[in-house]
Nanobody, 127 residues
Framework: QVQLVESGGGLVQAGGSLRLSCKAP????????IAWFRQVPGKERERVSC????????SYADSVRGRFTISRDIAQNTVYLEMDSLKPEDTGVYYC????????????????????WGQGTQVTVSS
């Protein structure tokens, strides 16, 4: 069982920045690929970014590439999502997720391929 805790969401004006954090008390996150998903009402969760286990390959949705940066701090056992140049369409609840299957070290694309989720953190970008 992997417990995930997100933090760092909030209200920001368009063009601003936020940094989200994903922690996992009692679990070494470095072993796992970690994905960030975004959900807005009426839509499926969309994967915005992912970082694999070693060597830490990163991937991004087209809508956030060049504005968002995912990173891993092994000493802090934390995965971050730095979000810059935020747009109103970035508004949503952001979740970090872990794939608990045999391919736990690889990034997967779809929300249903992930087994463990945090409670989510709300990001609201005003125009």
């Amino acid at each position: 069982q992997v417990q995930l805790v997100e933090s760092g969401g909030g209200l920001v004006q368009a063009g601003g920045s936020l940094r989200l954090s994903c922690k996992a008390p009692g679990t070494t996150l470095d072993y796992y690929a970690i994905a960030w998903f975004r959900q807005v009402p009426g839509k499926e969760r969309e994967r915005v970014s992912c970082i694999s286990s070693h060597p830490g390959t990163t991937s991004y949705a087209d809508s956030v590439r060049g504005r968002f940066t995912i990173s891993r701090d092994i000493a802090q056992n934390t995965v971050y999502l730095e979000m810059d140049s935020l747009k109103p369409e970035d508004t949503g609840v952001y979740y970090c997720a872990v794939n608990g299957g045999n391919d736990y070290f690889e990034c997967r694309e779809e929300w249903y391929e992930y087994d463990y989720w945090g409670q989510g953190t709300q990001v609201t970008v005003s125009s």
